[in-house]
């Protein structure tokens, strides 16, 4: 018996996962920040793509703060962040691609008795766009954005909205799957356990930097190597 039944008297404690999608399950990073190129260079900022890269591990307020001077973030920030939307979605969306072993990494969560959540600061139509894609809506008992929460610290508020509609009263019995430092970052502040996985274009030294217990590659080195990982312990 494991110590998760131990501590429950000998009940199994519901486990959950919180999935940051982008850059763990689909492959929209490098695409995301394309459109951010493209809604920077409209307003006079020629920024060069491993730039973009580098500063995306910071999102919302953090990240703009690193282009756009101090006078100009106050005029333009919000506007040029839903012109990065819309480039996003009109030139980009259609081309994001699942990871390998997505779909299945998720299936065999599921058959694990995982409770799954998804997490995204995409609205929710692209979280949808997503769930469609991978073709898992019959395996996701949660599903947030940003729409739902304070934009203020994107990173620890989605997650939290995440455990709270999975019916949770507290991250001791959830992980997160992350492709991102800062979305490490903000689930280790909230308390929850963080597996990385570098197919969001991140290193293993960065990802552990950031709090992460173990590093993987992409969903399929995950799931062909479950047995290692920290989800096969929570068993």
Not at 9 to 26: H, N, Q, R, S, Y
Not at 99 to 109: D, K, R, S, V
Not at 193 to 213: K, N, Q, S, Y
Request: proline content about 4%; glycine content about 8%.
């Amino acid at each position: 018996m494991g110590v998760r039944s131990l501590l429950n008297g000998g009940c199994a404690l519901p486990k959950a996962i919180v999935f940051e999608v982008d850059g763990t399950l689909v492959d929209s990073h490098v695409l995301r920040a394309r459109a951010w190129q493209e809604a920077l260079a409209r307003y006079g900022r020629q920024v060069r793509l491993p730039r973009v890269l580098a500063q995306m591990a910071r999102k919302g307020d953090q990240f703009l703060s690193v282009f756009l001077p101090e006078d100009e973030y106050d005029r333009h920030a919000d506007e040029l962040a839903s012109f990065h939307r819309a480039i996003f979605e009109e030139e980009y969306l259609s081309r994001v691609r699942p990871f390998a072993g997505a779909t299945e990494l998720l299936q065999h969560l599921r058959e694990e008795g995982w409770k799954i959540a998804l997490a995204s600061t995409g609205d929710p139509d692209e979280l949808e766009h997503y769930i469609e894609l991978l073709g898992v809506a019959d395996l996701i008992d949660a599903r947030t954005t940003d729409a739902e929460v304070n934009r203020t610290r994107l990173n620890e508020e989605i997650p939290a909205e995440a455990i709270r509609l999975l019916g949770l009263d507290g991250t001791d019995d959830t992980l997160t799957i992350a492709g991102l430092p800062y979305d490490v970052e903000g689930a280790v502040r909230l308390g929850m356990r963080c597996i990385g996985l570098v197919c969001g274009g991140f290193t293993d030294e960065e990802l552990r930097a950031a709090g992460a217990l173990s590093v993987f590659g992409t969903p399929q080195d995950l799931l062909t190597r479950y047995s290692e990982s920290p989800l096969a312990a929570e068993g």
